[in-house]
């Protein structure tokens, strides 16, 4: 393995890949606003740590 790809590995040097939390951030600050969705409630918890690219949970909806 060369020293690049090592880099790549670790997220070290160029910006990593992946989300940027202020936009996700705010992507969730509106959908809690657009249902009205209030902190501590089970929706939040939906919303907040659903993982649909793991699990295929829907952030918002019927839980399955």
């Keep these: 393995m060369n020293l690049p790809e ?3 590995l ?6 990593a890949e ?11 600050g509106e959908l809690m606003k657009k249902h009205n969705i ?3 409630t089970d929706e939040w918890f939906q919303l ?4 649909p690219y793991l699990t295929g949970e829907k952030p918002i909806g019927e839980k399955e």
């Excluded at 670790?10 to 910006?15: D, F, I, L, M, R």
């Excluded at 992946?18 to 969730?28: A, D, V, Y």
């Excluded at 907040?48 to 993982?51: D, G, T």
């Design 38 to 40: 209030k902190p501590g």
């Design 48 to 51: 907040w740590f659903s993982k």
């Design 18 to 28: 992946g989300s940027n939390i202020s936009i996700t951030g705010n992507e969730k």
């Design 6 to 8: 090592l880099k790549k």
């Design 10 to 15: 670790a997220g070290v040097g160029e910006k």
